[in-house]
């Protein structure tokens, strides 16, 4: 089976400039980037990141104190757990429902706003690969160039267009496959998004308050948009041992709630 | 921008074969396939099948009592939601989990088992295409041609590969990026699973009961695995109205766990 | 050791009168009068109650297809799910954390509203005998008669005085340990309730919607009240059977927010 | 009304050696004994313990540092949160649910094991006084002093038996109303339970891993007992303001199963 170039995601063995998560033995992640002449400290030790150089995915590193660093490929949970953030909601559990519900995959048009530090934009550039564009709005210049390097060092970057510009003011693309949506003001963008998506597009926002919600589904009803639903979902973790299951005494209670609907042509 | 014809979800003129989402004013959907000569029937009235044809996704046709019914392209989770199903239990909110924590996505090599009723191969063929494949494996004849069916009909069936095989007597493929399983015995497929994948590569299994949770576990732990994780994921809706906005009274409270782990090459 | 009379819930043989909870084999619980003359029927056959008289809490009668009956005494939750309801939304979750956080118990002085079908009214009752008391207000002349009759019922009126008023027009009592609120408009008492309660008494309201809690915190933060807290609880059944163990499909996903507050003398 | 010296939970005026919940503005709430002599330090400056002699529920002091210290009576809920714990894992929602569905009320006879700091044995003699009792078995001398102390501070050591002995080797009391179980192995105390409790009596145990669910549950089936149900609650808090209401971030996920059931005299 023959891939295209732009499929590289698929590599199989470590080169310099390459993003790797390190896995070590008691649990922690780490996601580095593979860079010579540069040392790699945890609790467990450092490694020199220049070995890793060659090794295969799976293969391991040891530390000068002798712990196992296992050398893993990043998946889309990794970029949007371990990208150096700005800002800290949406997690995979939100993306993983957003990506199923909105249809977002190989090929997709998405406009998504605001870029922040590109862990969302991240995720949906891996899906919509390699004949899709995620076309991503922000109007903090710094935030836009933060997430330009931790695009390019993911390799995603080739698949986004980022643009320097205020999403509620307007959206240049037309006929889009979804808009998605993490800013503070969802609602002052529906109009707008109603214009750019195609007959069933699918709009989304993600919002950490209930307020947020209700401005946002009163102003989609305000268009033709139908299948409007609120989610919001909940991950709880186990630990497993015969004798000593349980679920984790901590979690994440709540990130966001996630609107949904799809646009038609007129009401 | 060009596409590729393998990307033809995205064509937007409904002709005869395709199968919509019907989206009818009370909030139900509907999956058919666009046939002449055909009537589908709704509590809000009827229509007839080969009205669709040459209307764009978002158009709406009326029904024999007024009725609007609009036509979405469907999504990922429509195909697991409405498929016609022989099993119940993995819903979209697992899936996306299993998708973004796996990294499977377009290019993809993915072994799948049991194939069921399609309903999660179908979501798997979906975000490996173009150039990706899924490896399904069923052991019940029947099973296998209604899978058929289903994946011809949401036009995913070049991208899957069903084979009429026992999993736990062994897995063909070798070097995939992931191996999903939805089987009674997944402890049964963990050594084949880790023959079967690439360094670094995705073991997932979903399972209702804690029992299986707790033996897929514990065989992991006697191969090269890491990162062994199991979670559960909640999906609450709410109903959204100024003044009167609460979660639904009822929800699914459980469908089954996510066991997921990350094949290396030795411990 | 001895009791007062007020304790006879802790009776043990069964007589004319008497409420029972009916548990069926199968799992299905009933709440019977015990009623001379009187059959109860089920899926499962049926039984006369007037053999129940005489029968201790613990034994079983056989019904007349062979299936057995046994009998057991009502607890608070059995008040709460089995009694004629004409409004259904607190739950048994709900009042456990009410109880527990507000301090109602032997002794206590407790404003109540809206009385409804007495459900609530009933389990506060319960905990507040043998010398406490608890005041119910409600509009709805037929509310208060359905209430009275089911608090009659369960031993419990007593304990109970039921008075037909507008409580969002003003509170009667003074110095009471707790008001505590399951009606549609509860930011309307706020102010009435500062009055009523003494100093470190608990406020509690129950409401449906995420609306009425806004309200209702915004009044009492105009108060001096403290320790405002805002809570929901979710409860998760589990079917238990080694190697099938896994929680209930279907729950209940949301019956209210708890809004919960501490009256202080001045801020 | 008069009420009984057993219920002197509701005396208002605050004297040496009470009880009493700082709430200090920020929101911290605070567990002391008034003690003269001696001073309460805290982030927003001290008190002398002295100074709350004489005031009111519901009164503040002012630190040295100008803060309010408001001073409210202990709930159950603050004995159980605030107690010096031993042992750290049943919560006040577990408790509401014990306290609702095992009947436990005014009067009630109650067998419980194991006493550990004294939380749970302190919240159970709240809701039984003043004619009810509370057997409590612990194995660990050290843990029965330290529960005897808190339990007189708490004001409800009259209304508890504290016993020195290990409930796996049986229960001295019959005729129970219900036997509670916070202890590593449920299951050695079934058979004991069947024995002690009276018809119709409660079973409840407490646990945080699933195995001591599934094997407690096992041994309940072996006995008359009916209606035996497992559960879990999650108890979520809301940050409530006009424009940014949401769940709080984080909560505890898991605190443990709760197995219930009601004894039968044969099956």
Do not use: C
Request: net charge positive; glycine share 10%.
């Amino acid at each position: 089976m023959e891939r295209e170039p732009s499929e590289n995601m698929n590599a199989e063995v470590i080169k310099e400039g390459d993003y790797v998560v390190l896995y070590i033995e008691a649990g922690k992640k780490h996601l580095v980037k593979v860079t010579r002449g540069r040392e790699f400290h945890t609790h467990r030790g450092y490694i020199k990141l220049s070995d890793l150089i060659g090794k295969k995915y799976g293969d391991y590193v040891i530390s000068n104190v002798g712990s196992k660093f296992y050398l893993l490929k990043p998946t889309p949970e990794d970029y949007v757990m371990k990208v150096e953030r700005v800002t800290q909601i949406i997690y995979p559990k939100d993306i993983g429902l957003i990506i199923l519900r909105s249809g977002v995959g190989p090929g997709s048009i998405v406009v998504e706003a605001g870029t922040g530090s590109g862990a969302l934009t991240g995720a949906l550039a891996y899906y919509v690969r390699p004949h899709g564009r995620v076309y991503s709005y922000e109007i903090r210049k710094e935030f836009l160039e933060r997430a330009r390097r931790n695009l390019e060092k993911l390799g995603l970057i080739n698949y986004v267009v980022l643009k320097h510009k205020d999403i509620t003011k307007g959206i240049d693309e037309r006929y889009v496959d979804a808009v998605i949506l993490d800013l503070a003001t969802p609602w002052l963008v529906v109009g707008h998004a109603h214009e750019a998506l195609k007959g069933g597009g699918a709009f989304v926002s993600f919002s950490p308050t209930i307020d947020q919600v209700i401005r946002t589904v009163e102003e989609l009803r305000k268009y033709p948009f139908v299948d409007i639903t609120v989610s919001e979902i909940f991950l709880r973790n186990y630990k497993v041992k015969r004798g000593e299951t349980r679920p984790e005494t901590f979690m994440v209670g709540h990130t966001g709630y996630v609107v949904f609907a799809r646009k038609v042509n007129e009401f």
